[in-house]
């Protein structure tokens, strides 16, 4: 097998597609002025979620809606928390997190009777996009795709839209850079905020859902490995920004398919140690170029009018 | 609250900084907290901590929210033992069975709380200078790690053996934490998502140092070092049982660090930072300073608690040896409100659960995950706790001012203060 070629690019995209979608979820939330680091746990919802439903349905589309309303259900609980109750925003998705973690993996043998990973169920098919499916080098591309993945970028355009060219996205963004100011310009601080991280967790469960449903065909406790985490490290990186975030993302996803093809083709580099690398090269980001102010000003502070 | 007005601190403007010593700057700072400065002046991180854990709340009312706390998360776990199949009654015979039911029982329930208390402590010494050290997993782990190459590889009798497998201990764990502390202190990196980082290069670099290619890997067992000489483990103490003499050293780690934040003047410039970032620094102490000493203080201190793990009850670095302690530590010192007493009641409380959830799994057909479910509720319901303080507040000045109809205005004003300062 050849390490470079267009199945690498491939599967670049199916390790990186999973990291977009809570990335923009965290995105929408730290915009707003709420930290979210409850991404993990709300991908696991997502993820079991997703599996629970196409279980049942047999169909992977209403798996992939039942991750959705799970997303709604722990984005609203965070959102509550947080928003509602003003509670500590770091504390609030550490508890998501738990909860996550340890919800989805207990509800397995609720369910199925066996513990660890779940039986089989209907993935979401790929799709073969007529015409350009049959071209030279770029080919594989066009057949190895789902719809989930155009839907990702489609979504990843649309909060860039809607964040940097709409007034929404301007209300959301000048509540996470200063809540008091946005509520002297008559912005409503507290339902911004309450749907935007409602919003976020509807992204992290989409990110765990293509993990369980589109890119496996099962849930397996704690099947996400740190992407929620990986996602904060991209906003980070690409300083909060769509596209440069996006960019992250997706070197993420392709360092990944480097180190798992690696494997096969060069097994005398440490597997573990290319595994750590994102993580590694996100701290050198954040100790060398990205400025201290690139972060949301307002991120982690409740918020109550006066 | 309608009857005193909070004033602006009179000490920490007049303060001439650096020259005084530490004494003076208790008085003077004391003063300062008593006079409760001005909502808008204290961080979120300082009015979380100080609703945490109130420094005027008596130790009557620490139980209670406590107990209320435990209790609730418990109830609200409920739902997954009937889903299981089982019965309240069952499941709580299982779980005090296998947690208290018999001397092997107890001792495993410390063997649990032991871990789970020292890296409590470690989540509270960061949390009362206002740091969240979400990285106490990753530095127990390579505390865990240091401890098990140091036992393996180094050549020195027994007990001077077991001293330099703790000393490596800290060092492992205080070295995960300092790259997190330069970045808070020198470059203002928020510390949740450097100390995540942290975690998952310290679960990967120590995986790849006991794999197959890995430098360290024992001979004959896959995923571990080399066994630690018998001599120099922590010994059991309870014969019959597994319980070791990590114990003792849990206890001491207690003392210690309750020692350090109420009686002494490093101590009080920890607590200080975090209850008032402003009025510390104005009383000439160094931010960058004190967030660095606590970083490296709290991460010494989950190194231990992965060396004593891997000292007490391995006898060896197993790859993965710690389920999540350094996670459940958040709930533990949470629980605890960050008092030291406090935190090893809650490790017992999750040592109980942690022990009793095999008895759980295997008698009532509950999953063991039970466990991970219940301290995330705790956590939700830590978090909750501030809105909660506010709102029975409020319905307390609300009824008050329906008894003194008189007063109506000084009432308004205080509630109408209210959401600002929730502690």
Redesign the interface.
Known sequence: MDIFSISLVLSAIHLAVPIILPMLGGLISERSGV?N?GLEGMMLGGALSAVAITFLTGDPWVGLVGAMISGVVSGG?LAV??V?????Q???S??????????T??????IWGI?GTTPSVPKIPSLEVPGLSGLPVVGPLFSGLTLVDYGAIALAFAVWWVLFRTDAGLRIRACGESAESADAAGIAVVRTRFLAVTVSGVFAALGGAYLSIVALDAFQ?GMTQ?RG??A??AL?FGKWRVWPAVAVCLAFGLADAFALRSQIVAP?I????L??LP??L??VA??TF?G?TS?PAAV???F??? | MSTSTPQRPVAASTTPPRQRRASRIDADILAALAARPEPGARGFVSRFVSSVAPAGAGVGAKAGAFLITVSLALLAALPIVYLSGSDAATAIEALLGGSWGSGLAIGETFVQAIPLLISGLAVAVAFHTGLFNIGVEGQLVMGGLAAGIVGATVDLPGPLLLLACLAAGVAGGALWALIPALLKAFRGVHEVVTTIMMNYIAFNVSRFLVSPSGPFVSETQPSATEKIPLEARLAVVAPGTRLHAGLVIAILLVIAVAWLLYRTPEGFRLRLVGANPAAASTAGVSLRRTVVTSMLLSGGIAGIAGAVQVLGVFGRYYDAFSPGYGFEAIAVALLGALSPIGIAAAALFFGSLDAGAVQLQAVAGISREMVSVVSGLVVAFVAAQPAVLRLLRHLRERASARRAPARPTSARRASGTDPKDPA
């Open positions: 930290m680091i609980i928390l947080t509602t109750l003003r509670g500590n770091v504390v609030a550490t508890a998501i997190n738990l909860i996550g973690a340890g919800l993996a207990a509800l397995v043998p609720i513990d406790a740190g985490y990986l904060l490290a980070v005398q440490p597997h573990d140690l595994l750590a993580y590694i996100a701290l954040l100790a990205v201290r972060a982690g502070k409740p109550a009018r006066a």
